[in-house]
């Protein structure tokens, strides 16, 4: 192609071919799809609960290799989250009820500890039982690509991609459409308006919690068709996952699809100015920026105020 | 109807309320009174379940509710109507109408009900999507009002439903208030308008620093000299 964007850096200028630009600009948005579906329940519990839920990572993790160990037995990874999902719904609502409800009680410090030890645990059992080796799972269909004129897309990522916004909007409908749904927001909002109008917060707040962490295993079943993993797996897109919803702003979800964009374009691009193995500093180095600059997150300047 | 007895209410080790008995009958608008700190809100949400009593008991048509979660005691049928309106943020009026519903028996026949609270406030009518945090504070008072009144209660109980309104949405507000007591509804309010709030209901109380002072006819207490002295500036 003869058309070329050029991008000046300091010293050098680099010249990215249109078809360059148009393939990243289409995986950013891929890769954004999923992004958004990992940070919303974080998003969610921290909206609803103010708690902010490091085991987010470890729920990735073993949602991943359940995915694996499914595969093993005989079962497509893509119907495995609709084993996985419930599976850790019914864990997040158990969860709820017995521990995370006293944990609400206490200072913050006290949750962030309680959580980080839950992911430490997570992480112990998956060594314990898968071992420490690097797993993937790889059938015919994983490299199977699509060229659409000069785009070419990887089927698995559009069908990550497809299934998590399935998820979101569903979700999203749900909170929007539902009496269910619309108290987990009221009890966002102001939780003693909602008891007063007659909504269970027992209930409600474990409703909400079971939701974010399905939606975090549904985001581990999704990764494990595209990458591979390991028990540390999810480290770092714990840490993704703060950028974004920092980035987005808490509690909004329009924020969080926006924050998830912002990610995923800043990654897929600096990997052409910057070695690889560095990508994952992108989202330290975009979490400081923004908490520096603009603490309240993309929606507030929206929204015009600061 | 509802019987307030003897209630001691502490917040963490410090007493709020002093053996605090009154009581609503049937039908009546009842005035609780007091400055600054007296103990109405106090009250109120004890009643409601947010708070609970170390001592006493609560009974609402002999049944007791003073160990009874909130939520349970909206659907035994006591509606609050928060002190600052307490409406939730980002959430639209139709939402918010919509939320009223929640309790199982509430929603049986909630078109029709969210037709009637919309009769009551129509300028509502024209908000139902503006999100309910961005309308006036008197809109939001009507919108508060008929959040609570969609759960069906045989007590609505206001917290200074008046507070920060102009005088002319005062007056639409009680009026409201006065109107559905006439269709049946029990109301215990609680007034810094003093004035307003004696002339609206049949009998009230007056707290002094979580302690029931005086109590009567609220034609009575409109004029006695102590009252006139203390809430009416006369
Ligand atoms: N959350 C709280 N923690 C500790 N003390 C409280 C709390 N809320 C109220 N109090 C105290 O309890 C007493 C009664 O307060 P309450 O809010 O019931 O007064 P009130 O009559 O509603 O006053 P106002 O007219 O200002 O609303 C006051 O001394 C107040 O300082
Ligand atoms: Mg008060």
Redesign the pocket.
């Given at each position: 192609m003869c058309f070329q964007i050029s991008i000046l850096n300091s010293q050098f200028q680099i010249l990215m071919s249109f078809d360059t630009f148009l393939n990243l600009f289409a995986a950013s948005i891929l890769t954004a799809g999923l992004y958004a579906t990992m940070s919303y329940g974080l998003a969610l519990i921290y909206g609803v609960m103010k708690l902010t839920n490091l085991s987010h990572a470890g729920v990735l993790m073993l949602a991943a290799y359940g995915t694996y160990w499914l595969n093993t037995l005989g079962i497509s990874p893509y119907l495995a989250p609709f084993i996985v999902v419930p599976l850790w719904f019914g864990i997040g609502i158990v969860w709820q009820h017995t521990l995370v409800k006293r944990i609400m009680l206490m200072p913050p410090i006290a949750s962030l500890l309680f959580f980080f030890g839950i992911w430490l645990i997570m992480q112990n059992f998956a060594y314990l039982v898968f071992k420490s080796d690097i797993r993937s799972i790889t059938n015919e269909a994983t490299l199977l690509t699509y060229k659409l004129g000069p785009l070419v897309l990887s089927q698995n990522r559009l069908i990550v991609f497809f299934a998590g916004i399935t998820a979101l909007v569903s979700l999203q409908l749900f909170l929007t459409r539902t009496y269910q749904g619309r108290a987990i927001r009221a009890l966002a909002a102001d939780a003693e308006a909602a008891r007063l109008s007659g909504i269970d917060t027992d209930r409600i707040s474990a409703l909400a919690f079971g939701l974010g962490i399905a939606l975090a295993a549904f985001a581990g079943c999704l990764m494990a068709l595209i990458f591979a993993f390991d028990p540390e797996f999810g480290r770092s897109h714990l840490l993704k996952s703060f950028c974004i919803v920092v980035l987005g702003g808490l509690e909004s979800f329009v924020g969080v699809a926006l924050g998830a964009i912002m990610l995923a374009l800043a990654e897929n691009f600096s990997i052409q100015f910057m070695p690889a193995a560095l990508q994952d500093m992108v989202s330290f180095v975009l979490l400081v920026i923004v908490l520096l600059t603009i603490p309240n997150g993309l929606m507030s300047l929206l929204k015009g105020k600061k | 109807m509802l019987t307030v007895n003897n209630i001691n209410v502490f917040?963490?080790s410090?007493q709020?309320?002093w053996d605090v008995s009154f009581e609503v009958k049937q039908g009546e608008i009842v005035t609780?009174v007091?400055?600054?700190?007296?103990?109405?809100?106090?009250?109120?949400?004890t009643i409601s379940g947010l708070l609970s009593p170390q001592s006493g008991s609560i009974t609402l048509n002999g049944e007791r509710l003073d160990k009874a979660p909130a939520h349970k005691i909206v659907d035994m049928g006591i509606a609050q109507v928060p002190?600052g309106r307490r409406l939730w943020a980002g959430m639209s009026v139709r939402d918010t109408l919509e939320l009223g519903t929640y309790l199982p028996r509430a929603r049986a026949d909630k078109a029709k009900n969210i037709e009637w609270v919309l009769s009551l406030f129509p300028r509502l009518k024209e908000r139902l999507s503006q999100a309910a945090d961005t309308m006036s504070g008197g809109e939001q008072q009507m919108l508060a009002i008929s959040r609570a009144l969609l759960s069906k209660p045989k007590l609505l109980m206001l917290?200074?439903p008046s507070l920060g309104l102009a005088p002319v949405i005062v007056e639409n507000v009680f009026d409201v208030i006065r109107q559905i007591n006439q269709q049946g509804m029990t109301i215990l309010l609680?007034e810094?308008n003093v004035n307003h709030a004696l002339n609206l209901s049949t009998r009230a109380y007056v707290?002094e620093?979580?302690h029931v002072v005086k109590s009567g006819n609220s034609v009575d207490l409109m004029n006695d000299p102590q009252v006139k002295s203390a809430y009416l500036g006369l």
């Open positions: - | 917040y963490g410090v709020a309320l609780l007091g400055s600054n700190g007296a103990g109405k809100t106090t009250s109120i949400k002190e917290d200074e609680v810094q707290l620093t979580g």
